[in-house]
């Protein structure tokens, strides 16, 4: 949530400030991942199956993904 204190960590907070994502959401260059890793891309904003919109509660996002078997088996490495 926007301008509310998160613990991150014992002892590491983070706050983030209206607009933080403005320059991101803008940018076009941003990758919807399974589990951080670079090889399971699901959408991406540069195709537009992946759009994002900086809230005043936080970072909004929709993504078009392949739900067919053969992409979910590859996207789940099975």
Same mark, same amino acid.
């Given at each position: 949530?926007?301008?509310?204190?998160?613990?991150?960590?014992?002892?590491?907070?983070?706050?983030?400030?209206?607009?933080?994502?403005? !320059?991101? $959401?803008?940018? +076009?260059?941003?990758?919807? #991942?399974? @589990?951080?890793?670079?090889?399971?891309?699901?959408?991406?904003?540069?195709?537009?199956?992946?759009?994002? !919109?900086? $809230?005043?509660? +936080?970072?909004?996002?929709? #993504?078009? @993904?392949?739900?067919?078997?053969?992409?979910?088996?590859?996207?789940?490495?099975?």
């Amino acid at each position: 949530m926007i301008d509310e204190p998160t613990t991150i960590a014992e002892g590491y907070f983070e706050k983030i400030v209206p607009g933080a994502f403005a !320059k991101t $959401t803008q940018n +076009g260059h941003v990758l919807a #991942l399974i @589990a951080h890793d670079w090889a399971r891309v699901v959408a991406r904003q540069t195709a537009g199956t992946l759009r994002l !919109k900086d $809230t005043p509660i +936080g970072l909004a996002f929709e #993504l078009d @993904a392949d739900l067919s078997p053969s992409a979910i088996r590859t996207s789940c490495g099975i």
